[in-house]
């Protein structure tokens, strides 16, 4: 189930999206995401089932193009042929410790960090939440 959400709320008052849009835009550039190549969409866990249904649900391109930006974001250069591959797996597990951005070019802009997997999880959810109300429904006979 998804968190609640004050944006509607926000976007609904002129006066208050003034103040928060800008903050929230700070807020984004600061977290340092956009400066991995990712996208919002791409930090939300893996390890629930409407998230995995709504993976599967994903049109071929936008799924090819998560998984790209997923390991560009964690790779880490490989230290070569010489090396030994315990040292290499041990750069791989540990990918985050490198913590290397991508050049500016590169980096996602506010514009393109659209969300791309959150609708299909709310349709997701509200499926689930149809259904179970569906499942509820007691039936009277007169």
């Known amino acids: 189930m998804s968190a609640p959400s004050l944006a509607p709320y926000i976007l609904k008052r002129p006066w208050l999206k003034r103040w928060v849009v800008p903050l929230a835009n700070w807020y984004a550039d600061a977290a340092g995401y956009r400066k991995l190549g990712l996208k919002a969409d791409d930090l939300i866990p893996e390890e629930n089932a409407v998230v995995q249904l709504a993976l599967k649900r994903l049109p071929p391109k936008e799924a090819y193009d ?66 179970e109300d569906f499942d509820a429904i007691k039936v009277v006979r007169q």
Do not use: N, W
């Open 66 to 131: 998560r998984v790209f930006r997923l390991r560009r974001a964690f790779q880490v250069p490989f230290p070569g042929p010489s090396a030994s591959p315990s040292l290499s797996s041990l750069i791989r597990v540990q990918c985050s410790l490198a913590h290397q951005l991508l050049p500016p070019a590169e980096h996602t802009k506010p514009e393109d960090d659209t969300p791309y997997i959150s609708p299909i999880i709310a349709e997701i959810e509200a499926t689930i939440k149809e259904r």
